[in-house]
């Protein structure tokens, strides 16, 4: 075989990959692109459990507390801090914020649970803590973006619904680290959301959750993966989701926000922690979300090639329509998810994504940390 022959078997394994990542682009993406929540005919609001597990964390809780404290609620609803093992001032700085605050319960844990690392045991004490059947999810690190955060949560569920996921966002701030991370999260977010509204739901984000206590104590909680320091949240979610108990809400008000990372070491440390826990999904998860990664990794080394070694021409025609697939879905989903400024810089992030899989492909073979 001679080296056109070579270069045209390029170009067609191009035209593949190409094939493939329009798949996901038309099959799962566009349900997010062009979704629109039932309408519903009768509103119900229900007693709300929010549950934040914390360790030495009084700055984030003195600077973020209060968003979760004062939410514009109607019907009775509380918010549980699990103070977990903390040596700094968060038990005083608790203690003030319930003279002020009587839906403030405060869960002191003074023991480590063996075995169990991570948040998952002081997490689990907080929902047998929780007096209400719907509970709601978030860090001490985040903040609610609106005060109807629990209101507008808790109005998705429905007699079917067990799960709702959120969008845990993170603050808007100058430089290209905030712009990368919040790109990630925005396409982790895209696919996550596309993938419960195609009835294959596999992970949520411990930053903006929210089920009911009945699906926990069904699955007897965190039993399954107790020895995992992370997963509180993804696996859990592959645990307990189907097609049928899942719903998403990405209306603006129940949005939360984090601080991101300041350097790329942090955030790199972050990611190591959140990606260890991909190796314990599904068979049918972990295909699908490796064949878009090897899909996605693979592109533009094969369009360079196609480009040098085939035709320009013809490689350009694949790419081009490629671009306004991309550029269709990422203008309506990153208006769904409040994150428009990132937009025109999605081929940058595109192509960024090549090094990104590099730099964080160890992770799925490294044992995680078993601290959180």
Known sequence: MNFTHWWQLLFYGFCLITLIQLFYYCFFF???????????????TQPVSVIICSRDEAANLAKNLPGSLVQQYRTTHEVIVVNDNSFDDSKYLLEEYQKTFKQLHVVELKQEARFIP???????????????EVVLLTDADCVPASEYW??????????????????????????????????????T????????????????????????????FRHKGFTAHNNIASGD????IKTAATPSNT?????????????????????????????????????????????????????YPLLVASILFYGWQYALIVFAVRFI??????????????????????????????????????????KPKRVW
């Open 30 to 44: 566009f349900r997010l692109a062009f979704y629109k929540p039932n309408t519903k005919t009768a509103s119900q």
């Open 118 to 132: 991570g948040k998952k045991f002081p997490l689990s004490m907080g929902i047998k803590a929780a007096k209400y």
């Open 150 to 187: 629990i209101d507008k949560m808790q109005e998705t569920y429905d007699e079917d619904t067990e799960i709702v996921l959120g969008y845990g966002a993170y603050h808007k701030k100058s430089g290209v680290l905030n712009k990368l991370i919040r790109w990630e999260t925005f396409h």
């Open 189 to 216: 977010a895209m696919q996550y959301f596309s993938y419960a509204l195609a009835g294959k739901p596999y992970m949520g984000v411990g930053r903006n959750l929210s089920y009911k206590k009945t699906i926990f």
């Open 233 to 236: 949240d993804d696996l859990f």
């Open 247 to 299: 719903k998403i809400n990405i209306d603006a008000d129940t949005f939360t926000l984090s601080e991101p990372a300041k350097t790329f070491g942090q955030w790199a440390k972050q990611k190591t922690r959140h990606y260890s826990t991909a190796k314990y999904y599904k068979p049918l998860h972990k295909f699908l979300l490796g064949l878009y990664s090897l899909t996605q990794f693979l592109f």
């Open 325 to 366: 697939m991309q550029a269709i879905v990422y203008y309506l989903c990153m208006k769904k998810l409040n994150e428009q400024d990132l937009y025109p810089w999605f081929l940058f992030f595109d192509i960024w994504m090549f090094f990104y899989y590099i730099i964080f492909s160890f992770t799925l073979i490294r």
